[in-house]
């Protein structure tokens, strides 16, 4: 009976405030001769912020042509703010800079759905052996991280050196389908500096140095452990596939669209999803060598941390992860 009654008081608060909202918004109008539209786009600056009230209030609009709005085909932008305009009695000739800045922001909500389903394609493709693309793309990841190197044979122990499991990488690829692959190819292809010397770091780790505060902390126990431990390495190629699935799970769950409504001004492209693969890679490396840990066993451990760090991150409507992406010097340093 007491769950009922909470229930139905929840379903009561839900309906009173909706309604009140929309009182609200009425008199709003009345008083400002501005629709809530107009007002998102003249009081809040191009990005993340005004693209995201945009995209709330057009989902959460009694019409059904403004919600379905943020999911039509590309091409007919155009026409659907034709729509919104003639919807919301706004004369464009009077309110031409609401037109162009609903496009952009239109652009940006439908390219990022496209985004997703793009990048799902990619992740249910498995790798193929018998497909000559795929083969392609893998001996290209070979030839960019390990161009003085060559593989003596398609099947070999030598993938290890970059990170896979056994001697065929095609097994590796299977909870990330081609995607992995594709993050990796662009990775190691457009910032080959810094992939190769990530991928040396990983085979030869280095110790960051412990601050005098750290070392009052450890105990006996603890500093006789880690005087005599080597620094922890982990395997490139596998952590570049689990560094896909997080920035899968961060596109999917919606988390990016802070990042990419800022940095892309029209729709965000697979490009822009690669180059934040390749942002998430550089900091997750220099992310372990802070977090210095005992064993590969602790992996998982600082993969959350850096996870709930990236998502605190993403909660500030101005972040750009990569604004101007560009390898970063910090890591030939390290």
């Known amino acids: 009976m007491k769950h009922f009654l909470r229930m139905f008081v929840q379903v009561c608060l839900y309906f009173y405030c909706k309604c009140l909202w929309r009182c609200l918004k009425f008199v709003v109008r009345k008083l400002t001769g501005r629709c809530e539209l107009q007002r998102i786009c003249y009081n809040t600056k191009p990005g993340a912020a005004r693209t995201m009230k945009i995209e709330a209030s057009l989902k959460g609009s009694k019409s059904k042509r403004l919600q379905t709005s943020v999911s039509v085909h590309p091409d007919a932008i155009e026409k659907t703010i034709d729509d ?50 795929h083969e392609e793309m893998l001996l290209k990841l070979w030839k960019c991280l390990k161009p003085n190197s060559p593989l ?69 126990a603890e500093w006789e452990k880690k005087k005599f431990d080597k620094a922890i390495g982990y395997s490139f190629a596998i952590v570049g596939i689990n560094i896909t699935d997080l920035a899968y799970n961060l596109l999917v769950s919606g988390a990016l669209k802070t990042h990419f ?46 996870h709930k760090r990236i998502l605190k991150q993403l909660q500030n409507p101005e972040m750009a992860l990569c604004p101007h992406f560009a390898a970063s010097e910090s890591l030939i340093n390290m």
């Open 84 to 133: 919104i305009m003639e919807l919301k009695r706004i004369n464009p000739d009077i309110n031409p800079q609401l037109g162009v800045s609903l496009q952009a922001c239109l652009l940006q909500i439908v390219g990022y759905r496209n985004l997703i389903a793009e990048v799902e394609k990619l992740r249910r493709e498995p790798y193929d052996s018998e497909n000559p693309q």
């Open 261 to 306: 409504y800022n940095v892309a001004p029209e729709a965000p492209t697979l490009t822009h999803f690669q180059q934040t693969f390749c942002y998430l890679m550089h900091e997750f490396h220099k992310f372990w060598i802070e977090e210095d840990p005992l064993d590969i066993m602790e992996f998982n451990r600082v993969r959350e941390k850096f």
């Open 152 to 220: 003596k044979a398609r099947i070999s122990k030598q993938w290890c050196e970059i990170g896979f499991q056994g001697d065929d990488p095609k097994t590796d690829f299977r909870g990330m389908g081609l995607l992995g692959l594709y993050n990796l190819v662009y990775f190691a292809e457009w910032d080959t500096e810094i992939a190769q010397q990530v991928l040396s770091d990983s085979l030869h780790p280095k110790y960051r140095e412990v601050t005098k505060k750290e070392l009052s902390q450890l105990s006996k």
